[in-house]
C-alpha cells in the first residue's frame, strides 16, 4: 500500500466511525433530562417537583397537572376557606350539630385514614382537636401580628374546649357519604395529616401520569418515587433547626420509594414574654410539646409519616423511642432542643454516607 | 483524475474533522463557562422579578403593591434575606444560600428567591 492509500483507509474509517457515533446518538433519542419545577400557594406552602423527561414542555404539562390534583385536596382538606361547589372540611365543621353534609370520597378517606392513625398513636393524632386546636390558631395569630401584645390562650377555655374532642362522635356514613359532628362545638383539623395524606395521594397519581421516578417535596414534606435516574437513591438534607449554625443539615438520607417529613418547634411558633410556643399542641397537656426542636419520620406512606411525625413530637423520647420501633418499615430521628441528635438503629441504614 | 479525486475526499475529511471539533471545544467551553455563575432568581407569586448575579455584591429592597417587603442581601457569593415585614419572620430566620436548588421562601409576601446555575449540591430536597 502506498501512503495516499494509507491516508485514504484511514479517512473513511474515520466516517465511518462519524455516521456510527451520528447513529448510535440517535437511536438514544428520547434521551431522559433532569427537569425542576415549583409552585406557590397550595397547602400554604412551596412545592418542589423533581423529575426526568424528554422535553421541558412535557414536565411543566405534568407539573401543572400535579399542581391541579395538589389544588383539589387542599380544597377539600381546608378548614379555612369555602370553595364554590365544593363541600371540604369547613362545610363540615360549618353544619356542627346543624346537619350531615355530603362530601367527596376523597374526604371520608382521609377521616377513615385519620380514625386509623388515632388508634394506632393511642390518641396522639386526633382530628377532632379542631375546638382546642382554633383557640391557639386565634391566639398564635393575634401574638404575630401584635408581638408586644402576645397571650397565652386561657387553660380555662382550652379544658372547655377540650370536651368536644372526641373523635369517636364524629359521624361517617359511607354509603350515604356524609360525615356529620352532632355537637355544634366540635369541628375537625386535619392539620397534622392532611398535607401528608395528599402527598401520597399525589405520588400514586405521579405514577399513573407516567412518572416513574420523580422527587415530591410539598413545603419540606418529602416523598420518592422510584429512584433517581442514574439507579441511585434520592438525597434528602434534614435541616438543622438551629437557624445560627454554619451546619445547614445535621443529616443527610438517602431514599427511594419512601417519604420523610419533619415536625418542628423553630419555624411556626410565636413568642409570648420571651418564651416560644410552637404550632403543634400535645392533646393530652393542651399545650405545645417541649421535648425536641424536631422530628423526622421516615416511611413508606407520607400520610403515616406526617401523622406520626406529630405524634412522636409530643411523645417524651424513650416513649417515641419505644412507639416507632413497635411499627416496622418506620424509623425516626430526633433533634434535642440542646442540638443533640438520637435516631431509631434502622435509621442509620439511610444516612447517607 | 483518479489522483484528484482522492485528493478532494481527503480534503473533504479534513474540514469535516475540524468542523466536528470546532463545534465539540466551542459547546464544551460554553457549558463551562455557564456552571458556575450562581443567579438568585427572584420570583413573586410566580412571576419572576429579577435575577442577581452571585458574584456581585447587592442589595435589593423587593417591594410589594401593598408597602410590604423582603430585602435581598447578595454578599460572599451567597444571597440572604436580611430584612422583611412579613409577621412571620421565616425567610429572614433562613440562612444564606449559595448552591444550585436552594431557595428562601416568604409565604406571606409569595416572594421565593431561589439559586439557579449554582454550585451543584448534593441534595435532592431538604425536610424541615
Redesign the interface.
Known sequence: MNR?KQ??VV?VI??LL?VVAVIYNSKKEPELSRY?A????VF???T?V?GYSTDEEAFTEQVSLLKDKLAYYNDLYDIYNDYEGINNIKTINDNAGIAPVEVNRDIIDLLLFSKEMYEKTNGQINIAMGSVLSIWHDYRDAG??DPENAKLPPMEDLQAASAYMDINQIIIDEEASTVYLPDAHMSIDVGSIGKGYAVQKLAEYAKEIGMKQV?L?VG???CAVGK?LDGSD??????NPD?KSDE??VE?VDISDAC???S?N???YYVVDGERYCHIIDGDTLMPADYFA?V?ILAKDSGMADALSTAVFNMPYEEGLAFVNGIDGVEALWVMNDGTIYHTDGFANYI?D | MEENKKKNDLILIGVLLVVALAAYFCMSFFQGANTKNGVAVVKIDDVEYGRFPLVVDTEERIELPDGSYNLLVIQDGKADVTEASCPDGICVNHRAISKQGQSIVCLPNKVVVEIENGEESDLDAVTN
Open positions: 495516499k491516508i485514504g479517512g474515520f466516517l462519524l425542576t415549583s409552585f406557590l400557594d400554604d406552602t412551596k418542589d423533581i404575630i401580628d422527587l417535596s419540606g414534606n418529602v433517581k434520592w438525597r434528602i438534607g434534614i435541616q437557624m445547614a443539615y443527610k420523610v417529613v419533619t418542628g423553630y419555624q411556626r424536631s423526622s447517607a
